[in-house]
Each structure stands twice: as structure tokens, then as C-alpha cells.
């Protein structure tokens, strides 16, 4: 603090702004270099059915990640998105199997049930000021319990693509009459991360979670709701688990009750991946995106280069507490 | 200095046990520089917090602008044009400067925010104080003293007309300090009336146009900051009667040998270059406002902060001390200020707290001897009469001062010979106060030493053998019992070099 | 205080879904056992006159897949027929063993005439076996049964016998194009075997079923045969390894079951050039095969298409052999199954004499699978 004259505030950024620019650029840089390094390595990899296939595999995992970066950048966490989106899955294909409802009604249950699960991590940690990580495993039991209880623990299968019923899949997977298949899903994620960022950067509701995060207590002090955004953070967590349940029962079309747990981890880890403070305060949905690839992108290519599941775990693991490592330096250098 | 445009009348507030504010009178003009000033405990954020609506007072009128208000949280006294520049920051890091000046009242064109908008605002802001902040910048870059700034740029922007600075220097530097002087008289030229607490002695004579002292919860007086002297202040400030008879000499014989000697101790901003010696059989206190770096002093020694340099001899031995362990294993004993944060475990029984950290010498294999323990551990229950019936009674159910016996146990029990004391009858009655007073002159007679930090005057007056006087980490002042007053510590309190 | 009474609001609500819960659960267990009973009692009072009405408690491994439903259909039917009541639990995943173990301790605790019990892990059973064993209660086994129970504690076995079904599901694909491929290859060809876990008894059966009979039918084409791939599977099967076969059989095996590992680890084989044929050795895997292939689409019966062999059914699989997308599928026959572990039940409850009743599997393809006989063994 001695001599400060930095008259060229501007041009001298510090470790608030820098780390999270930086480490976006590097996370692009890992995509490229994996989608190289695979496409070297395997010939199978470079073909369009792969890419196809990333994205199936990506459209779930963003969509929860998505949402709980919200959660993330209040300071909290969301454990329940896992079990909560197979949950919404399960229900919602449960009316339509079961019930023979329309797919419509199903994908509006899924979302409804999405976002009752955040209502009641929004009362436990914000209202009722619960630990976010107890509330939230609180939940993930209770959403694993609910789905097989009311679906009779039965697994259910969403409707097939082609089939009359099947058009909720073409929103994420087109089929042209000539039989290519457009990942037309990327759109829809693409919309979400657009559509949010908006919300985050540019709306009071986004400031003031980033706010809470930062600093809750001078949020409070500054007048603001702090319980209503916190709330409102795992609100916009649930909904977008409803979402994911979508995706999910599309991509997959089978779900079975008691799975889930597990997922959500995956989803976490593409946001901390993407730069996200699990301190909170600072996160960014494009990050977050960014870190979902990389995650889909180890699990799609690894298996081409003839490394099992449990090598994508282990690689996933490592890179994870590399940048977890990146996130707890850029907060001792903060201090 | 124009017409007034706040006058507190007659403000009275009691807590439990406490009179906080014992009918304060108080004014201020627009175009005023005010200052407040009184020691720790004078009541000096008592009435800033009854101003701005965080307590309510009991009795007495606040008259704003010719008007007769009462504000029931900060908020409302915001919109009113009474704002607080707080010691410690309410910041936002990872919000922009812009962001954070005007949260909560975000500038929006349609659902968005305008952020350009924004900090097109900020930058006027900066410009009428003149100040170069670049609003985009994150509030976390900044300095301290550049985010302390951004505080008054956000109050002036909510149109504040009263302004109250609550030590606003203590974590500036020297520049930092003349830009912020700069900006408050702009302030005055503007109008503006503003309440400046500080301890800072030359600070008064420089900015400020009127000095209003507090002491023990009352008014003392208002003094016009050109005309009166130093002295004045300090009288004021202390110029109560103390009932406690002073210690009139020391104890210590004049060839006592050193058991502790620290030379050239630095340890962050708070730890400046501090030497002093402690004798055998020696109550050194160490006296000081809030913020002189006393305890961080403390810290540094015992080990549990780093220091930066400086040498700390025991015995006439230089010892290494990089840890608490280190510490204690050299006979050093600290006894926190804030007891059940650092001092104890309040949720265990009273022979567990005794014996904590010399835990090795009561086992028996792997496990604890618990016989032995009890034994040691009513040993001291009689030895410095602490009221507790048994040893197995957990220390939260005790009174503070028996507590603060426990505390002390605990290092006699692990063969400490100095003991740091700090602070060590805060939030502890008056009957408990005495115990531990005589209890600490047993000690000082069976030959520890000790040191103790107080903020109380009279404490120090009645307990020490000889003073040490601190002022933002630097020592200012060391006397023996016999010449020491309470003006003379005072004004070592206050010396800025 | 409006926090407070928030919690409370929300505590409240919590008990009242619990309630809720425990209400509709008690609700559907009553509707099924009246349902029963009511048609017992009916059986009873016109066959039966002496006797009275036999309870049997069956543990089952949960209902997540709808093979478990047909079981409980089978059951239930041969139930009615005999005049006795059952009660069929089971756990909410393959799972949760822990649970199963109460469930089955509960079972014994309704001092039933018989129990069945298909055991999600047999040595977390063993307690409750012993227990059961001293109360005098006949267990049977069913599904996969009670693999490795201590002598004479399970008193005869209702099941597929997995590895038999895996032969079958070897000869029918042989027969059905993978022989042919394999004849008239020139060099060499791969057959990916997708197995959910390595762990469980009747998967590792139905796949080294299928490996040694498939190895067999090759060698005496006069070709030679390797098995490479997960380590359980290849050590177990008959194969010998050799290097440089000309058919290469491929074991993979996902690090978790989830949808996504086993599809991608389908997409692994799919992407092999020299693949011919890929077996699914149960439903989750068949499933997987399905999702796996979406993109690449290169299951079917066209020359250059790969065969796809699948077990059991589902709305998935049973829409792929009917799109003949898979050439064909082995099913068990669950509801037979669930007729003969009752029979045996009654059967061992009355002191007769019991064994092993081997319920059978059928290979069905797009053109067998209305057949009725087959058919009433196929779920959605």
C-alpha cells in the first residue's frame, strides 16, 4: 500500500476481473487441444455422429449446471439437481405413460416439480437459513424417495422419437428427411446461457445474487432483500432442473427411479471447471458452459482413445482440483 | 460555519447494567467540521448509532433541518441525508465501483440495468470530489483507502447533508490521509455538516472547526478546535475521579533481572518497532486507545502471528518463536482478550481446560489419567479460589471471572512464568474485577511476570508497576508507576510523530 | 418471528406429506391384498375347506424394471388359482441392499407359511436366512435366487438359468446372421458383449453364456476365437486367450451404471470397423445399445448393418425388435417365474417335496414377438 499512483486504474486490472477472464480463455484452449487430441488419436472420433453425440451427452449436464451456478454464486450449493432431475423425469414421464396425458402436460410437470424443489431449497437455506450443503442433501433424499414413490418405483419410458408423441426430442435432436441428425438441442442451451447471463449481469435480481455473494452482509446493510434473492437463486436452480429432467428423459428416453445421485456432481464440476467461486460471489453462465464441455468432451472422447469410464473419472477428478486449486489461489492472493 | 442544522438534546440510553448515554447534548452546523472524541466506552458510537436509527434512544430529541425526527434503521436516515462513512468497509468486491455505489438503486432503463448509465454518474461523483477512481474498475482492486472514497462518493449521492466519518484515518496511509482531508473541507465549502470521530490528536487541530468530548456516557464540553489546546482535550477526556486507589510505587526492585526483553518486535502496520523489557515479579501494562497495536504486539510475541523481524529474549536467552507452541515451551502464557473465542473450551469441564496445554504430562499410555488430572486441577481451583464445584463442571457454566481463572490455570499448570494478560477483566463484574486484580498481585509476588493490556485508565493506574504506552504500533511513552497520570498516559495515547 | 413461523409452516407441510405418503402407500397395499384376498376367499371357500388361508411374504429386488411387475403378475395369478395370499415387496433400486435386508426381516416377522426371496446380496442375508430357518419358514429362491446360501436353507431355486439363456441367445444370433458373417469373413471380426456390472450372478452367467457357446460355435465352423475385455469375464469364460483369432469377442463394462457411461461404452464398439454383432446382456444394457446407436445408426440386418442381440424387453427393446433394428432378444419368462415360485411356495409350505424348477427364456424376434406365447412374457 505504500506508494500507490496508479493514475491508469483501468489498464492496471486486478485479480477480481483477470482470473476469471483468464481462465475462460484457458478452458476454451482445453476443448481445442482434447477435440485435437482426439481427432489425432482416433479416426472414429472424427466423424459428425461423435459430435452429435457430445451434445447429447452435454444438453442434461448444462442445463443443471446452468442453474446451479446460481446457487454456487450465492456462496451455497445445490446437491439435490441430481436426483431432482431424474425425479422430474420420472414424473413427468409417469403421466404420460401412465396417466396418457399428452407429452405437453409431462414436460409441464417435470418443470413444475423442478421448481418445487427449488421452492423448498429456497425456504430451507434462505428463509430458514439452513447450511446450504445440509438443505440441499436434505432434498436430494427427498427427491429420490418422491420420484420412486410416485411412480410406484416403476422405470418409464418417454415416448420414442418418430412416434406421435416423440416431437419433444426434435427440440433436441432433428431429424431431416434425408435421416442427418441436427443437434438442434445446442440452441436451446445456447438460448438458456444468453437468456440468463442477461438475468445475472444485467438485472437487479442477477446483481444483487452476485451481491449476497460477495459480501451478504453489506448487501443486507445496503438494503436489499437478501432472503428473497438468495431464495430466488435456488428457485431459478429448481426450474432448471425441471429443464434438465427434459433433457435428460429425451436424450435418454429411459429413467429409472433411485439413480440420479451423482449426476449432480458432474454439473458442479463444469461450473467450478468454467471459473465459478465456490466461494461465490463470482461465476459466469458462459463459464459454466464452457466447463460442461469439457467434462462432455472427456467422457465422449476418452473411450476413443481406449480408456474406460473409470480413466474419465480419474482425468475428470484431476482437473477438477486443478481448478479448484485455480480458485482458492485467486482468493488468498484476494487477502 | 452556517446555521445549525442538527442539534441532539438531552439523548439517554441505558442497557442492561450499562448507561450508555447519560443525557448527551449535541450540535451541529452546516459548513462544520465536528469532531467527537472521547475514549474507548465514551459513548462516542452510542450516539452516532441513536442518530442513524440503529438503537432508539430512551429519552431526548434529535431536530434535523427545524424538524423533531426519530429514524427507525439506517435506511430512512440515508434518504434523509444522514449518512455513516464506517471504520470498516461494506464493500462488495466482485461488484464494480459504480455497481456498488449505487446498489440498490440501480439505475435501469426498461428490465435492465444501465450500467453505462451508471458509471457515467460515478465518474461525475469522482469529479466533484475529485477524485480519479475509474468506476468500472472491481471495488476489490482498489485500496483501502481509494474503497473508503467510494463510501463518500455513494454518500454524497444519496444527497447526503450530514456526513458522520467514523475514524476514517486508521487504515490510510499519509497520502491517503491528505486526499481524504482534501475532500472533507470540499465537503465544508460545500455546506455539508460533518461529524469526525477520531483519536487522533493532530487530526482535530487540522481539520475539524469544533471538538465536542465525551466521557463515561456524558457530555463533557465543546471546545473550539482553533483556540483550545491539546491539553485541554486530554483533560477533558480524562478528567474524571478515580475511586480506585493508583498504585502509588512499584514492587519491583530496581535490580530485578529481566526475564523478558524484545527489541525492534515489527509485525505488520500494528507492530512497529516496539522494545521494551519485563522485570521479574513485574505487572508491565500496556496502555493505549483502540487500534494502538497492543494485543496485535501481544500476538506477535506469543507467536500466533508472524513476525516480521525483531528479537524476544527469555531469560537473557534469544529464543525463536515462530508458533504458540514455541511460546509456551519458552514459559510464555497468553490470555485472549476475548476468552471464549481463543481462551477456552467452554463446552468442556473445567480439569480438560486445565490441563490442555500440558495434556502430555497427564497420560498414561495412550490414555488420559484422569486422577492425576482432577488433582492437578483442584490444586488450582484452591490455590486461586475459583468457585466451581468439582472439576468436572463445564466452564460454561461459570461467571466470567472464574473463568478467567480457569484461563490462567491452565498456563500455570503447563510452568508459565510470563503471562499476557490481555484485557482481562472486559465483561467481568465488579466483585469478580477485585479477585482477579489480587489474583494477578499473587502471581506478580511468587515471581511471575506479567504483562497486561488494559483500556481502562484507571486498571492501569491501579495495577501496573510500570507503562508502556502505544499509538498506532509504534511504543510512544514508557513510565514508571510513580511518575505516570492519567494525562501523561493520554498524551502518549495520542502522539503521532 | 415471520421467520419462525415460516419454519413451521414448512415443518408442518413436511409432516403433512409424510402423512400423506405413508396414507396413499397404506392405501395401494390394502387395494392389492383385498383385491387378493377377496377372490382368496371366494377360491377358498369353494376348493379348500380345511385349510386355512396360506400367507407368503416375497422379497423381491424392487420393481424398477417392468420384468418385476410381470413377476408379480405371475405370481399373483397362480395365487388366485391356489387359493393363498401373498405379499410381494421389494426395494426401491437394485441397490439398496440394506433395505432388502429389513424387507426381508419384516417378511419373517409376519410368520409367513413360505418365503421367496430373490437376494440382492446373499452374505447381507445370512442373518435373516438363519432366523427364518429356526422359525421353521421355508425360503425359495427366485429370479437370480439365493446364490452361495448355506446348504439346505434355500429349499429349491424358481429361476432363468441365466447361463443358458445366454447360450441361447448365442445360437439364435449365430443362426440368425452372425455365423454367416463369421464364415464368410477375411479378416478378423469382433463381437462386443455390453454387461451391466461385473458383480452380479445372473449378468456374469448370461454373458459367459453367450461367450462359450458363441466360442463353441465358431471353433466348429473352424475358426479361432479370443476373448479380450474386462478381466472378470475374460478369466471366467472357457475361451483360451490366444492372440491374432479370427473372431475377437469384447467385454466392456461401465465404471457406474448410468445411461450415459453404457451407451457411451456401446458407441466405443460401434465405432470398431471390424464389429459384427453386439450382445446387451440385460436391460439396461439393451436399452443403452439403443441410445448409443441414435447417432451412428448402424444396427439392423442389412449386409452392412451390425446385429444387435438384446435381453429382456421394455417399451425400447421391444421397439427395436419390432423396427428390426435389433435382429432378435432373448426373455426370461417372468411370468412363469412368478407362477412357479408360488407353487413352489404353497408346495414347500405343506411339507412336499421340492427342487430346482428351471422357468425357461425364449429368443424372440419381429416376427415372433405377437405370438401370445411369447408375448404375455413382454412388458413396457
Sequence with gaps: MGTNNNKTNAAKRGIFTSAGATQKIVVILVIVALAVFFSVMSKPFRQYATLVSIFDYSYYISFMAIGVTFALITGGVDLSIGTGMITCGLVGGYVIAHKAMPVGVGILVALVIGLLFGLINAMTVAVMELPPFIATLCSMMLARGIGSILTGALSVTWPPAGSEQGWVRSFFKYKTEGGLLIPVGFLLVIIAVIVMSLILNHTRPGRYIIAIGSNKEATRLSG???????????????????????????????????????????????????????NGGYGTITGTLLGVYVMSLLKTGLPYIGLQSNWQQIVTGIILIIAVLVDVLKNTKGK | MGEVILTMKGIDKTFPGVHALDHVDFELKKGEVHALMGENGAGKSTLMKVLTGIYKKDSGSIIYEGKEVEFGNPREAQSAGIVIVHQELNMMNHLTVAQNIFIGREIMSGKLINDAQMNRKAKELFDLLNIEIDPTEKMGNLTVGKQQMCEIAKAISHEAKVIVFDEPTAALTESEIEELFKIIRDLRAKDMGIIYISHRMDEI??????????????????????????????????????????????????????????????????????????????????????????????????????????????????????SPQDAVKSGIGYLSEDRKRYGLAVQKTVAENSTLAALERYMKGLFIDKRKENEVTQQYIDSLKTKT????????????????????????????????????????????????????????????????????????????????????????????????????????????? | MKKKLLSYILCAALVGVLFAGCGKK?????????????????????????????????????????????????????????????????????????????????????????????????????????????AGIPIIGFDSGVPDAPEGAVLANASTDNYAAGELAAEEGYKAGIGDRVKNATGTVRIGVLSQDATSESIINRGLGFIDKMAELVTADGKTVTVEGNDKFVSDSKVEKTSGADVVIEVLVPAQVTSELSSIDCQTLLNKSDLIAVYGSNQHSGEAMVTGDENLGKFGIGDDKILGIAFDSGAVIKQAVKDQKFIGAITQAPVAMGEVTVELCVKAAKGEAVSDVDTGCQWYTSETMDNPEIAQNLYD
Design chain 1, 224 to 278: 436489499i432483500k437478501v432472503r428473497k434473492y438468495q431464495g430466488l437463486a435456488y428457485l431459478i436452480c429448481g426450474l432448471f432442473t425441471g429443464i434438465a429432467g427434459i433433457a435428460y428423459s429425451c436424450t435418454f428416453q429411459a429413467v429409472a427411479p433411485g439413480s440420479g445421485a451423482g449426476l449432480e456432481l458432474d454439473a458442479i464440476a463444469g461450473a467450478i471447471i468454467g471459473g465459478t467461486s465456490m
Design chain 2, 205 to 322: 487541530k487540522l481539520i475539524t472547526d469544533r471538538v465536542t468530548v465525551m466521557r463515561d456516557g456524558a457530555y463533557v464540553t465543546t471546545l473550539i478546535s482553533e483556540s483550545c489546546t491539546k491539553d485541554d482535550i486530554v483533560h477533558a477526556m480524562v478528567g474524571r475521579v478515580i475511586y480506585e486507589e493508583p498504585k502509588v510505587k512499584s514492587n519491583v526492585p530496581k535490580d530485578a533481572p529481566v526475564v523478558l526483553k524484545v527489541e525492534h518486535l515489527k509485525a505488520g502496520r500494528l507492530v512497529n518497532d516496539v522494545s521494551f523489557e519485563l522485570k521479574k515479579g513485574e505487572i508491565l501494562g500496556f496502555a493505549g486507545l483502540m487500534g494502538a497495536g497492543r494485543t496485535e504486539t501481544a500476538r506477535a510475541i506469543f507467536g500466533a502471528d508472524t513476525k516480521e523481524s525483531g528479537d524476544i529474549y527469555v531469560n537473557g536467552e534469544l529464543v525463536e518463536i515462530k
Design chain 2, 389 to 497: 464445584p468439582s472439576t468436572d463442571q463445564l466452564v460454561v457454566n461459570l461467571s466470567g471471572g472464574n473463568q478467567q481463572k480457569v484461563v490462567v490455570s491452565k498456563w500455570l499448570v503447563r510452568n508459565c512464568d510470563i503471562l499476557i494478560f490481555d484485557e482481562p477483566t472486559r465483561g467481568i463484574d465488579v466483585g469478580a474485577k477485585s479477585e482477579i486484580y489480587h489474583l494477578m498481585n499473587e502471581l506478580a509476588k511468587e515471581g511471575k511476570s506479567i504483562i497486561m493490556i488494559s483500556s481502562e485508565m484507571p486498571e492501569i493506574l491501579r495495577m501496573s508497576d510500570r507503562i508502556v504506552i502505544m499509538c498506532e504500533g509504534k511504543k510512544t511513552g514508557e513510565m514508571l508507576i510513580e511518575e505516570a497520570s492519567q494525562e501523561s498516559i493520554m498524551h502518549a495515547a495520542t502522539l503521532r510523530d
Design chain 3, 26 to 134: 397404506e392405501e395401494s397395499a390394502t387395494e392389492e391384498t383385498t383385491e387378493t384376498t377377496e377372490t382368496t376367499t371366494e377360491e377358498t371357500t369353494e376348493t379348500t375347506t380345511d385349510t386355512e388361508v396360506l400367507n407368503i411374504e416375497i422379497v423381491s429386488k424392487g420393481f424398477q424394471h417392468q420384468y418385476w411387475q410381470a413377476v408379480l403378475k405371475g405370481a399373483q395369478q397362480k395365487a388366485e388359482e391356489l387359493g393363498v395370499k401373498i405379499n410381494f415387496v421389494g426395494p426401491n433400486s437394485e441397490s439398496d441392499i440394506a433395505d432388502q435386508v429389513q424387507m426381508l426381516n419384516s417378511a419373517i416377522n409376519a410368520k409367513p407359511a413360505a418365503i421367496a426371496l430373490a437376494a440382492l446380496d446373499t452374505s447381507a442375508c445370512l442373518d435373516a436366512i438363519t432366523t427364518a430357518q429356526a
